[in-house]
T-cell receptor
Framework: EAQVTQNPRYLITVTGKKLTVTCSQN?????MSWYRQDPGLGLRQIYY???????DKGDVPEGYKVSRKEKRNFPLILESPSPNQTSLYFC??????????????FGEGSRLTVL | AQSVTQLGSHVSVSEGALVLLRCNYS??????LFWYVQYPNQGLQLLLK??????LVKGINGFEAEFKKSETSFHLTKPSAHMSDAAEYFC?????????????FGKGTLLTVNP
């Protein structure tokens, strides 16, 4: 089954304790991206990756890091989480065609609470 | 840069009534446009997409949307609402911004269906 898998689905942590949210897709997609979803703000892009070893900032990258060592994996790293990073996070992937992304396939989401 | 405006953060309809969710976009190039649906505690699921073929696009669950270039709109409709349609709906536009093949989302419209 084609899917994007995120872990953990739920996490409560404390300020400053490093954490990683993993993301893996089995569709051989070149493009992967992380979004955060906050009430009234919709989805905002954090980071994206065009392919292995190619990553770049989205609209709200502060406080986050990513890596793309393998095509299927795109982990999101919070080196020193703060309460304003409490949010619902989505990983997504897509083929690229016609010079732009096609439909994004989303993971189920990871709800992070930072105390 | 592209942007998406969804008119009405909350729409309420009666079961069996017409559903109309409004989306206007701006884009520097002919857009790819998408509607996604999000059920509670789930990820985003693609309803339908426009990628420069037919302007009237049919999607899953009886939804359809019409691309109107002159109005820069991509409104989502369904002739008869069902209780199971209650969810949040997001319009998105795909474009290339520099090296970023990006989907930009509207802030979402929460659809309530009353019995």
């Amino acid at each position: 089954e084609a899917q994007v898998t995120q872990n953990p689905r739920y996490l409560i942590t404390v300020t400053g304790k490093k954490l990683t949210v993993t993301c893996s897709q089995n569709m051989n997609h070149e493009y992967m991206s992380w979004y955060r979803q906050d009430p009234g703000l919709g989805l905002r892009q954090i980071y994206y990756s065009m392919n292995v070893e190619v990553t770049d900032k989205g609209d709200v990258p502060e406080g986050y890091k990513v890596s793309r060592k393998e095509k299927r994996n795109f982990p999101l790293i919070l080196e020193s989480p703060s309460p304003n990073q409490t949010s619902l996070y989505f990983c997504a992937s897509s083929l690229v065609y016609g010079g732009r992304t096609g439909e994004l396939f989303f993971g189920e989401g990871s709800r992070l609470t930072v105390l | 840069a592209q942007s998406v405006t969804q008119l009405g953060s909350h729409v309420s309809v009666s079961e069996g009534a017409l559903v109309l969710l409004r989306c206007n976009y701006s884009s520097s190039v002919p857009p790819y446009l998408f509607w996604y649906v999000q059920y509670p505690n789930q990820g985003l699921q693609l309803l339908l997409k426009y990628t420069s073929a037919a302007t009237l696009v049919k999607g899953i669950n009886g939804f359809e949307a019409e691309f109107k270039k002159s109005e820069t709109s991509f409104h989502l409709t369904k002739p008869s609402a069902h209780m199971s349609d209650a969810a949040e709906y997001f319009c998105a536009v795909s474009d290339r911004v520099g090296s970023n093949y990006k989907l930009t989302f509207g802030k979402g419209t929460l659809l309530t269906v009353n019995p």
